[in-house]
């Protein structure tokens, strides 16, 4: 009855091996975006735009990436840009404008009289007249008016939600161009590693390649080769799709068992060193109320994470993000319970 799941694991452990092994030679999976957790970050990511567009960057390529850049926004948007060449461009980050607001990005160019506000979003909200406010700034810089334009720049290259752009005209909104991670910055990034002036610099190349990469997993548009070819295994194969859902069913039922485990595990050992506390419990989550401050743990059954935290005014410190696979195996999962209880006892003690 198990031969055939057994088979199937065996087969897709052996493909996890084939690409560990390659990625162990090959380093593909160090990816300092990802070690840093930065991947989704604006901030950062606005500071590497910047860096890469500015001719004064440290890359000490010149104009070659801004020009790239412009070439993706003309052909990729019919001139909607009207961009003129720049003659002494200064690129800047958060320039501070009316209201105290910031501007993610700017490319001002006195000499030709151009100036492009860039308004960068990966997943945060739009503000109340955020865009109005920036395109008035570009209408009033060298009286560009008609010939101003606002680059907005989202995951799918949507336009601004009406509070952002309330007051503007119908003609006003149409000099708010929208562009997208997904497909113009993913097409400059590939333009910045293939050309001449890149490819033999392999600390701007290797960065480069690692920030596609970034930009593909948070638009989900990244998969590997082996996720590839686990997912052909499947699909090319009817038994070993059935035989798949029986093992997503087993996993399913083994990651509650665990989370209960975990859960049960940290109260006996809490309970054991202080006997007036006792834990609410809520469903997903285990908490102890001490004074204003909430002490819990919580698990994201999704992504497959456990983890404890100090909740207070809706400021949560993190103790540690725990993988499922931290539990696996008796010595492991002792570990983990012990180091989690000693930390949701300190903190209590510290309350009391």
């Known amino acids: 009855m198990l031969e055939k799941p057994i088979e199937l694991i065996n087969e897709v452990n052996e493909i996890s091996k084939k690409y560990k092994t390659m990625a162990m030679n090959t380093g593909a999976n160090f990816n300092i975006f990802n070690i840093l957790n930065i991947g989704q970050r604006e901030v950062y990511l606005c500071c590497l735009l910047k860096e890469l567009i500015d001719p004064k960057g440290s890359h000490f390529q010149g104009n070659t990436y801004l020009n790239l850049f412009f070439d993706v ?8 840009f009207n961009l003129k060449n720049m003659i002494e461009p200064i690129v800047s980050k958060e320039e501070v404008i009316e209201k105290l607001r910031r501007i993610d990005i700017t490319i001002d160019d006195f000499k030709s009289k151009q100036y492009l506000p860039i308004e960068v979003k990966i997943y945060a909200q739009d503000q109340k007249e955020q865009c109005k406010d920036y395109l008035k700034k570009a209408f009033k810089k060298y009286s560009q008016n008609n010939n101003a ?17 309330d007051k503007l005209t119908l003609a006003e909104k149409e000099q708010i161009i929208p562009i997208s991670w997904k497909k113009d910055i993913i097409e400059w990034v590939d333009n910045c590693i293939s050309n001449k002036n890149t490819i033999n610099k ?18 989900g548009e990244f998969k590997d080769t082996e996720q590839m070819e686990i997912e052909n295994l499947l699909i090319d194969n009817l038994e070993n799709f059935e035989n798949a859902k029986k093992i997503s069913e ?12 975990f859960c049960d595990g940290i109260k006996l050992k809490i ?6 506390i006792e834990p609410t419990s809520n469903g997903w989550y285990v908490c102890y109320e001490i004074g204003n401050k909430k002490i819990y743990i919580d698990s994201n059954h999704q992504k ?3 983890g404890c935290f100090v909740e207070e005014k809706n400021n949560i410190t993190n103790f ?22 000693e930390w949701i006892i300190k903190k209590i003690n510290d309350e009391q």
């Not at 392999?202 to 638009?219: A, H, N, S």
């Not at 039922?253 to 485990?261: E, L, M, R, T």
């Open 73 to 80: 926004l003309r052909k990729n948007h019919n001139d909607k």
């Open 149 to 165: 334009r606002l680059c907005y720049l989202t995951i799918n290259g949507n336009m601004p939600d009406e509070i952002s752009t």
């Open 202 to 219: 392999p600390p701007i190349r290797e960065v480069l390649i690692q920030f596609k990469k970034t930009i593909q997993e948070f638009c």
């Open 250 to 261: 087993a996993i399913k039922i083994v990651q509650d068992s665990i989370w209960n485990n």
């Open 271 to 276: 309970k054991k060193y202080i006997q007036n």
């Open 304 to 306: 497959n994470l456990f």
């Open 320 to 341: 540690n993000k725990i993988k499922i696979e931290d539990l696996i195996g008796k010595d492991n999962f002792e570990k983990v319970v012990t180091d989690c209880s």
